[in-house]
């Protein structure tokens, strides 16, 4: 028997083309789905290998500049701050924040007074100085004016019955801070010639309502040739000169007590030989009242020292 070739104009022939594509379709796309998620997983997976290539490589060289300049930088700051944080490097810190602290807020006030300033030091190589004890002069530098103020407080005598002597008197800062109070009478001993002229003008120009003592003089000598006052007195001295000088006029004064015993005081700013006082037999060592006490252990850039007759 003879079977007839299926006729493309019927229904049924037309339905099965149809569903012969519909089922073809899918797979097609799928496949060509999966090769672009292939291709796309291999450049994802190119790129990443090269963006961790890169991080690698620029991370080492990060290490590298880190260990050439970071890390040496990071041993000098902490070595800067391990010798910061020495007792004796702490306390010099804090010794310089003392020193700006009197220069640029406390002594202002006071300074503005003095026609010619007193507030910056002064070497000595640079003054002339005739003095045989020149070798052992310490340069110019300024008392702190509130440390003046403090020290004062531990005379506990009636200042008008005293005669206020500065050793190594400079510009004559000290000698006017001390002609506000009531002195009987104020004497400076200078060597160099150009720091005695500065005191001489500031003593002259200073302003008169201010000074409750005017009978205030400066006189250019070496202060081994000067013999001590014969009444009661304050000898000031802000580390003017060397031990050995210190102990010369420390001995014109010793002696001179013994022939006459009277009061005398003695204020020592930045000493350098309290032992010879201590030894003396003739002074002994004096508190600052309490409030002062406490000034000067915070605020003093300086040690001070106050002795008393003991007359």
């Not at 006071?110 to 020149?134: H, M």
């Not at 000698?175 to 004497?187: G, K, N, T, V």
């Not at 002259?204 to 009661?232: F, K, T, W």
Request: glycine share 4%.
């Amino acid at each position: 028997m003879t079977v007839a070739p299926p006729d493309p104009g019927h229904p049924e022939t037309q339905a099965d083309a149809v569903s012969g594509t519909t089922d073809a379709t899918p797979s097609a796309t799928a496949t060509a789905r999966g090769a672009w998620q292939n291709r796309l997983a291999g450049r994802i997976a190119k790129l990443a290998d090269k963006t961790w290539s890169q991080t690698n490589r620029l991370t080492k060289e990060r290490i590298a500049h880190a260990a050439e300049n970071v890390l040496p930088e990071i041993e000098r700051t902490s070595a800067k701050l391990k010798e910061h944080a020495r007792p004796e490097r702490m306390k010099q810190d804090y010794r310089e924040i003392l020193h700006w602290l009197h220069e640029r807020v406390l002594d202002p006030p006071k300074e503005q007074l003095f026609f010619a300033q007193t507030k910056d030091p002064v070497a000595l190589s640079g003054l002339t100085i005739n003095a045989i004890t020149r070798e052992y002069g310490h340069d110019y530098r300024p008392t702190p004016c509130q440390l003046f103020e403090w020290t004062l407080a531990a005379i506990d005598y009636d200042l008008s019955k005293l005669t206020f002597v500065d050793h190594g008197a400079g510009k004559g800062r000290v000698m006017l801070l001390a002609s506000e109070h009531p002195f009987a009478a104020i004497a400076g001993v200078e060597f160099a010639e150009e720091l005695h002229d500065a005191a001489t003008m500031n003593i002259q120009q200073y302003p008169r309502s201010r000074m409750h003592c005017r009978n205030v003089e400066c006189i250019l000598e070496d202060a081994c040739q000067v013999g001590p006052l014969e009444g009661e007195a304050v000898h000031y001295f802000f580390n003017p000169f060397s031990r050995e000088v210190f102990a010369e006029v420390l001995n014109n004064l010793v002696v001179s007590y013994r022939q006459r015993p009277r009061r005398l005081y003695l204020i020592l700013v930045d000493p350098v030989a309290t032992d010879l006082v201590d030894e003396s037999g003739v002074f002994a060592r004096m508190e600052l009242p309490t409030q002062e006490r406490l000034k000067v252990r915070l605020f003093s850039p300086y040690e001070i020292a106050i002795y008393r007759s003991l007359a």
